[in-house]
């Protein structure tokens, strides 16, 4: 395998992997900080039929996806080669409305919804991109994270490019443009480009005739296929296909370039190997609990976390409760192998964003409680196991134990669906640097004395393969082992470095 070193630098006002950055006014709240959020989700549509209001479907399999990214979306259309688009800052529902849907005509679209990992959270940073060049015009939607950007950027910028983003997704699409200068088609510029580019991508690729999925050769990110009628859809999870009504028909496989045009849909599969790693953290936390991804149910997948944590440290206890969202289907199955009640102890208030209005430092520690609340009648009095899905810096699980010990439990046992995170992510998941991590300064004794809890547990390593239910197939792990699939090692890892 070859290894590729990266040397680790702090943002200046932009970089690769720019979280929380005064240079580039990105404030995010204590408690989103404290979980982990992955970069966006993507959704398109070809019409073969020319008879479906591709904008509006686009729309609807965005909100299914809204999870995936709340901070930006867009989404553009092509209507015989004139492309058109809006995007903004805010939720789907918040950005469009009837008129503007109304006003996006075309027989092929795309769209995305963001959270930044890559490029600060800015108006400017908002997808789908769209760019003319000497070809025409591109317009492209991409989820992930590059590992090699920074190196990218600069050849490019060597070469006269002048970008108008921060974020990865700029530099593939000049990537593809360049490429496009010398190939005849735009699919041959996509794959030419991809041979260039290492980390995660899970892209769409619009041009005016065309629509293009791709999907990176170890495929940390998902990407799949379906269809209405003989229309053709594309996004990054099922339940988005259900949203609008279109069938299953399959994932597109690491590698793969799908191509959609007048003459019908083409697959290259020339760049296709079979290693793959797939991120596992899309079946523990990011993906919506009824996606199926890469043929695994994510809501089997959680469920048998569960049943792997109560065979791993049995305990005595009343009642087994969820953290929501992703908490209650791990938990489902600890209270099915482990024979205690499955209970509902925590509601959450659906209704506050990723940041919200915090006036004073008191009210910012007591932020978990406006986005969760125990419900006293039911663990008041009693022996409670709660599952969650991860402790990242161990704040937020500190004051959801405490919120359960003042709702009157009397024992918190916490199991967590995952191991222990260790390692940053280079693939689109916002970890943070190691030292941030509660893990890597802590036992595990610690860690329960550290958030007050009776015990602790996490997923063991080896049960990770188990989460698949029966499929066999390479996942990334490195979050938790350090084993990175395309051989990145790091140094100079320190509390305020980020990826460039």
């Known amino acids: 395998m070859e290894t590729t070193e990266l040397t680790v630098n702090h943002c200046q006002g932009g970089g690769s992997r720019c979280r929380d950055c005064s240079n580039c006014g990105v404030d995010f709240s204590e408690l989103d900080r404290a979980k982990l959020h992955e970069e966006c989700g993507v959704f398109g549509i070809y019409s073969y039929s020319g ?3 591709v904008a509006q479907s686009v729309y609807h399999g965005l909100v299914a996806l809204q999870h995936r990214g709340q901070e930006s979306c867009g ?3 092509s209507d015989r080669g004139v492309f058109s688009y809006h995007k903004d800052m805010g939720l789907v529902s918040e950005v469009f409305n009837k008129d503007i849907l109304r006003e996006l005509k075309g027989q092929a679209a795309i769209g ?9 959270s800015v108006r400017e940073n908002s997808q789908p991109l769209v760019m003319r060049y000497v070809k025409g015009t591109l317009g492209l939607a991409h989820n992930g994270n590059l590992t090699n950007a920074h190196e990218l950027r600069s050849e490019l910028e060597q070469r006269g490019a002048i970008f108008q983003t921060t974020i990865d997704s700029e530099v593939i699409a000049y990537t593809i443009a360049r490429e496009r200068l010398n190939y005849h088609s735009v699919q041959e510029a996509v794959k030419a480009a991809m041979q260039k580019l290492h980390g995660a991508y899970s892209l769409l690729v619009m041009s005016p005739r065309k629509l293009i999925a791709a999907r990176d050769p170890k495929g940390f990110r998902p990407l799949c296929m379906g269809k209405i009628d003989n229309d053709i859809v594309f996004a990054s999870e099922t339940c988005a296909l259900d949203a609008v009504g279109a069938e ?12 959609c ?3 019908g849909i083409h697959s290259d599969r020339s760049l296709c190997t079979k290693d793959i790693a797939h991120c596992i953290f899309e079946y523990i936390y990011f993906a919506r609990t009824d996606s199926v991804i890469d043929g695994v149910s994510v809501y089997d997948s959680r469920r048998q976390a569960g049943r792997q944590l109560a065979k791993q440290k049995p305990v005595k206890a009343d ?8 908490g209650i289907d791990a938990a489902i199955g600890y209270a099915e192998e482990s024979g205690i009640p499955y209970a509902k102890g925590i509601v959450k208030n659906s209704y506050i964003g990723r940041t919200f209005i915090k006036p004073d430092q008191s009210q910012r520690t007591n932020a978990v409680r406006l986005k969760l609340n125990a419900l006293r009648s039911i663990v008041n009095g009693r022996r409670v196991v709660m599952l969650d899905d991860s402790i990242v810096r161990g704040t937020t699980m500190h004051r959801i134990v405490n919120m359960l010990r003042e709702a009157g439990a009397s024992e918190v046992h916490v199991r967590i669906s995952s191991p222990a995170f260790r390692n940053p992510c280079f693939y689109g998941v916002d970890i943070p640097s190691a030292e941030d991590l509660i893990a890597n300064q802590h036992t595990i004794e610690e860690i ?6 009776d015990s602790l547990d996490f997923l063991e390593l ?9 499929k066999k197939f390479p996942l990334c792990t490195a979050c938790f082992d350090g084993r990175y699939p395309d051989g990145i090692v790091t140094k100079h890892m320190g509390k305020d470095d980020k990826l460039v």
């Open 75 to 77: 989404i553009a259309v």
């Open 51 to 53: 008879e479906l209001a």
């Open 261 to 263: 045009d007048e003459h």
């Open 448 to 453: 329960t004395e550290l958030i007050e809890a």
């Open 112 to 120: 995305h919804v963001r959270y930044s990992t890559a490029g600060g």
């Open 248 to 259: 299953f028909m399959r994932d597109v496989d690491p590698g793969e370039i799908i191509t």
């Open 462 to 470: 080896d049960a990770i393969g188990k989460l698949l239910c029966g």
């Open 319 to 326: 009642i087994v409760i969820g953290v929501p969202e992703s």
